[in-house]
């Protein structure tokens, strides 16, 4: 697939909406921009990494032809001036309340912890906007087989009665790409 990074934005300056988005929110450093490296194939293209906070302005990616993947800042980054996490809160909701092309939202979470009381309060957030909401549930490669069905199913049940979907993924071993770009392509096309 063509993957073209189109830039890096704040509130101030979003580009015009021009194709259907979908955007990645989650913890900082649960590994969203690995994921999105992993779902286009394209290893370089978000900047990961080793310690949190690496995104911190908004960035689009054009994925083919017509549709954009959206990178946000993580919340939670607790090493950031309070003014800077204030900035990117801003930004965050900005973009995500005021965006007509927003076809969905993917809340990362980490398998092994989902759901920790951020992403509750990311999901409560996000759910109240209206807006299809998947969750990733990443590093599942950090897991064995047996945990990561247990894991499956108490997330099942903690998501119960909500209209969310998840999906299990790994950002190494590419587990559960299939899966996200369905759900993605359903999305941008409804
Ligand atoms: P911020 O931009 O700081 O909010 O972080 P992020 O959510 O974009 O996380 P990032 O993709 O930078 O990844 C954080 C760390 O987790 C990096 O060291 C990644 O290599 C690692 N990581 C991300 N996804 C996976 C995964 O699926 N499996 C494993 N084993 N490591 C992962
Ligand atoms: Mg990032």
């Known amino acids: 697939m063509d993957v073209e990074f189109l830039g890096s934005f704040t509130a101030e300056t979003l580009p015009a909406p021009e194709y259907p988005e979908v955007a990645i ?20 293209m978000a900047r990961v990494g080793s310690k949190p906070g690496m995104t911190r302005t908004i ?6 032809e017509r549709r954009i993947l959206v990178d946000l800042p993580g919340y939670g980054y607790s090493r950031a001036s309070r003014s800077e ?46 807006i299809p909401l998947l969750v990733v549930l990443t590093k599942s490669d950090k897991l064995k087989a047996g945990e990561v069905k247990r894991r499956r199913s ?34 941008m096309s409804g």
């Not at 929110?25 to 370089?44: E, I």
């Not at 930004?91 to 005021?98: P, R, V």
């Open 59 to 64: 960035n689009f990616f054009l994925c083919g």
């Open 85 to 130: 996490q204030a900035r990117w809160a801003k930004d965050i909701e900005f973009y995500l309340t005021g965006r007509g092309n927003l076809k969905g939202i993917v809340l990362l979470g980490d398998l092994r912890h989902f759901p920790t009381a951020s992403d509750t309060e990311a999901l409560d957030w996000f759910l109240s906007l209206g």
């Open 154 to 187: 108490q997330v099942s049940g903690a998501l119960k009665g909500k209209p969310i979907e998840f999906a299990v993924f790994s950002a190494k071993t590419g587990t559960g790409k299939k899966e996200v770009w369905g759900w993605i392509e359903k999305v």
């Open 25 to 44: 929110g989650g913890r900082s450093n649960v590994g969203k921009s690995s994921f999105l490296n992993t779902l286009t194939g394209r290893r370089g």
